[in-house]
């Protein structure tokens, strides 16, 4: 018999499942990807085929136009692979359609969790505590410093913002794919019902949401209408195009970022953030800890973030941990 | 303390300097006395609570937080005040907010001792914000892109006052600078400096660059390489007290008590400190190099064998006061004038005056200007003959004509997270040479450490690049493959004892980024020894 767990092989390029000759997450084409979720740095183009909920699918193929060999696996759904190894998709919590993936060989039991976190999301389904054996976990914000604080203090800092300056805009930088849906969708929540104008790279996202079912009320690209229209209004860009020249035709506009990142200050300075909304997709240190303690696995694995600081907190709190070396993952943007 | 930590939140966020200026003038009108003189001080000169240190902050830390988590995370944030801000456990129900009076007379009371149990306290009445701002505050400058003339002038827009008098009065003033807000803010009579030895703002130069002067306006002056000081003499008879301040206004006396009983007449003068030696300009330029200078900086009590060995002495470039008299108003030649009539009253054990560089034209001081590395001198000054003695730096007064950098291409060795601005980027470079033929098997030794020079792009890309290229991490520093050849600009090169290499330079910064270039190529120890001015 086989050594325990080692059919399930962590390499630099993602995590290789060896009977069903799969990888998740790899980070270069293969033939048989098993994607947690469409953020780019964990769903690449190129796979023969590709397995992902429908709503992870529907993002690749925007992005990629991969309708070739998308194998959809809905939420709960189990699907037997090659070699005896059982695949089943369950719910992360980080953006719409991502999911954990519990992989079940020889009575032994593996989640790989991609991104996740614990908060209260109106535009996907919470995460979800699988018991398994070992739990292969991401550390984005594996430090100590990072507590997210409730979401409606965030609001409420942006809404006030924006009342005070009637004659401005205020310009939210929010990655395109989860965070831009989730704040417009949290705004609307606080009772925000103005029009929100997009810059243009977040208007297919959105609708693909709104396909999705998630309400986002009445949305407008800026390239349709003129400064005057947006003073007193919310703008929502990709974060790359906060200090571009692109923002030269909003009125004034107030700059700030929506990101796990903001608590630092020096962070929310480097990108010349007036307004810091620490909003983040991802679990904070709470919510990692407290995910490790409840799934309670054997061992945990990390994989990409702060691994370091995650890694002594299992030391101290007497937890098996490992960290994996993947290359490719880039966590800037959250 | 509340409205304190609100300011400093909003000032770390706000780009533009008229918001700045807006928001500190706001909050000087706004809050009553003593709070807003305390805020004055933290935000311009800092105030210094001797117990409590970044030490302190970390033992404190230490004990409530596992001391590796602590570091991981210092060492991403980047600034400890801010982690420990961070991670500060807030209580239950905390206990009502001190104001910053209160803060700063509790922290004033502390000692080496009661810090660790008062410290804590203190910040059990703050949430991160008020923990973040109490810190800043205790341990002294607050660095958050705030400068000392930036807090000055936005007192004086917040009571239209003008702001070199705010300069002018501020030296002989302390905190909570209760007469300079009764005389700004209530009509006051103005506070009486002129018999106190204070220090008075320095007029500094612009680098002259592509410009090109006339000398029949401009008169040049050697640019020595030791530091500025003002040497301030005030008082009458058995209360005339002499100090000594360095280019930032910090006194320095204790370090030099040789200059302090030989100043014969009350004077406010400035000048170049030099050791006495014949690097700088030979056995005729009377001066040792800035590296013998370098071993009286910054001690708090001086032997005698460092008095005997390291003699200083003061080369006058110019005299603000003179027995009573304002002369900052009279042209440069006047002044100098003045000062060259004063000179024989003068101890020659420890004066001189900067002599005038003459030449015909402008092209006659370049050619003059490259000879200046062989006697070991810094550059050229160029001054307006007709410009009066003015705080800060104005355009069009005073340059400075440095001699062109010496270059070194060097290979990327280790990379450190910077602090501020730059936490969690590798923005601080050590670097090496090779110890010979580096074909045939010969290693790579650290010459020199450098942090800028670089824009922030090029800083993205060394920081992957050093991500990527990591092959050994010691707390916050990474090895990386040796692969990356920098190009090093740098004033001089000494030997010292510090280094593996036996070489330090001065002033070196990354020049150009050779992405180009194969590291086997870049310089040999011995080429940089080659360039060893003393």
């Known amino acids: 018999m086989a050594a325990p767990f080692s059919w399930i092989k962590p390499e630099p390029h993602g995590i290789y499942v060896e009977p069903a000759d799969c990888w998740i997450d790899p980070s270069r084409p293969v033939d048989k990807a098993l994607v947690t979720h469409g953020h780019a740095d964990h769903a690449r183009g190129g796979h023969g085929e590709t397995i992902a909920t429908p709503e992870t699918l529907a993002i690749m193929d925007l992005r990629y136009n991969t309708r070739e060999g998308a194998v959809p696996v809905e939420y709960g759904e189990t699907i037997r692979l090659k070699g005896g190894v059982d695949a089943t998709y369950v719910p992360a919590g980080h953006v719409l359609g991502s999911a954990q993936i519990l992989l079940e060989h020889a009575g032994e039991r593996v989640v790989v969790t991609g991104d996740y976190k614990r908060r209260e999301d109106p535009t996907c389904p919470p995460f979800e505590v699988v018991p398994c054996d070992i739990f292969i976990t991401e550390a984005t914000f594996g430090l100590p410093v990072f507590c997210h604080p409730p979401i409606e203090e965030e609001m409420a800092k942006l809404l006030d913002r924006l009342a005070a300056h009637p004659d401005r805009c205020v310009l939210v930088g929010a990655y395109a794919l989860g965070k831009a849906q989730r704040v417009i969708a949290e705004l609307r929540r606080a009772g925000h019902h103005q029009p929100i104008y997009l810059h243009g790279a977040m208007e297919k996202m959105c609708r693909l949401y709104e396909e999705h079912g998630v309400d986002l009320g009445e949305l407008r690209l800026v390239a349709d209408h003129s400064k005057d229209d947006m003073r007193g209004h919310i703008v929502v860009c990709p974060p790359s195009a906060l200090n571009d020249r692109w923002s030269r035709r909003l009125p004034d506009p107030i700059t700030a970022m929506a990101s796990g990142w903001m608590r630092i200050r020096q962070r929310a300075r480097q990108r010349n953030v007036e307004l810091p909304l620490v909003i983040s997709d991802h679990a904070d240190w709470g919510e990692l800890t407290r995910t490790i303690r409840e799934v309670d696995a054997h061992e945990n694995w990390i994989t990409h973030g702060r691994e370091d600081a995650l890694l002594r907190w299992c030391q101290l709190h007497q937890r098996r941990a490992r960290a994996l070396a993947l290359v490719g993952y880039d966590d800037e943007d959250d | ?534």
């Open chain 2, 1 to 534: 303390m509340e409205e304190f930590a609100a300011l400093i939140d909003a000032l770390v966020y706000t780009r533009s300097r008229n918001e700045k200026l807006r928001l500190i003038a706001e909050y000087l009108r706004a809050t009553p006395d003593p709070d807003r003189g305390w805020a004055l001080a933290a935000l311009s000169d800092g105030l210094d609570f001797p117990a409590v240190k970044s030490s302190t902050i970390r033992i404190l830390l230490k004990d409530r937080v596992d001391p590796v988590l602590w570091t991981l995370s210092r060492d991403f944030v980047g600034d400890t005040a801010e982690t420990a801000s961070l991670l500060w456990p807030t209580p239950d129900t905390p206990p009502a907010p001190p104001s910053v009076s209160e803060t700063v007379e509790l922290l004033s009371a502390m000692n080496r001792k009661t810090v660790l149990e008062e410290l804590p306290k203190l910040l059990d009445r703050l949430d991160s914000s008020g923990r973040y701002a109490l810190l800043k505050l205790a341990t002294g400058g607050m660095r958050i892109g705030v400068s000392s003339r930036l807090a000055k002038t936005a007192f004086a827009q917040a009571f239209d006052v003008r702001v070199d008098q705010v300069e002018e009065y501020w030296h002989g003033l302390a905190p909570p600078y209760a007469e300079l807000f009764a005389w700004a803010a209530e009509g006051a009579d103005p506070p009486d400096i002129d018999n106190l030895p204070t220090f008075r703002p320095f007029m500094l130069a612009h680098p002259l660059e592509e410009t090109v002067v006339d000398l029949k306006d401009y008169a040049a002056e050697w640019k020595w390489d030791g530091i500025r000081v003002q040497l301030v003499r005030a008082g009458q008879g058995q209360n005339a007290e002499t100090r000594l301040f360095s280019r930032s206004g910090d006194d320095i006396s204790a370090t030099f008590p040789e200059l302090l009983e030989v100043l014969p007449m009350n004077a406010v003068l400035d000048g170049e400190l030099l050791v006495r030696g014949s690097t700088q300009g030979g056995e005729a330029g009377g001066a040792a190099s800035f590296n013998a200078l370098q071993q009286r900086l910054g001690r708090k009590t001086v032997s005698k064998k460092m008095l005997a060995e390291y003699p200083a002495f003061v080369r006058l470039y110019d005299a603000l006061l003179l027995e009573g008299e304002d002369l900052r108003e009279l042209p440069w030649t006047e002044r100098r004038g003045r000062l060259e009539a004063l000179a024989p009253r003068l101890p020659a054990s420890h004066f001189d005056i900067s002599s005038i560089v003459e030449a015909a034209d402008f092209e006659h001081l370049a050619e003059i200007r490259e000879g200046s590395r062989e006697d070991a001198i810094e550059g050229l000054m160029l001054k307006r003959k007709d410009s009066p003695y003015i705080a800060g730096r104005r355009v069009g007064y005073w340059y400075k004509w440095k001699r062109d950098p010496l270059l070194v291409d060097c290979v990327l060795m280790y990379a450190q997270r910077g602090s501020g601005k730059r936490s969690s980027f590798f923005s601080d470079y050590t670097f090496g040479c090779w110890d010979g033929d580096p074909d045939k098997g010969a290693d790579l030794l650290p010459v020199g450490k450098a942090y800028s020079g670089f824009t922030d792009e090029e800083l993205k890309k060394i920081d992957r690049h050093v991500r990527q290229n990591t092959i050994n991490r010691f707390g916050p520093v990474r090895e990386t493959e040796k692969t990356l050849v920098f190009e090093v600009a740098f004033d001089s090169v000494h030997e010292s004892k510090r280094h593996k290499s036996g070489l330090a330079m001065r002033f070196p910064r990354i020049h150009r980024i050779r992405w180009d270039k194969p590291p086997h190529e870049a310089d040999r120890i011995e080429s940089l020894r080659a360039l060893i001015a003393d």
